[in-house]
């Protein structure tokens, strides 16, 4: 099966939503989500 891989350029932020995995790539991404995690909590 393996997995999907994706990403951003270096320090950029990237955050990837997949059922209840909320992820991101870096300290950038924190913002990102935080938005994500609002927004999956407000949809519930």
């Known amino acids: ?7 951003a350029a270096d320090w950029q932020a990237h955050v990837v ?8 790539q870096n300290p950038a991404s924190s913002g990102p989500a935080a938005v994500a995690l ?5 949809s519930a």
């Open 1 to 7: 099966q393996g997995g999907k891989f994706s990403k």
């Open 17 to 24: 939503v997949d059922g209840l995995l909320i992820t991101g």
């Open 38 to 42: 609002l927004d999956r909590l407000r």
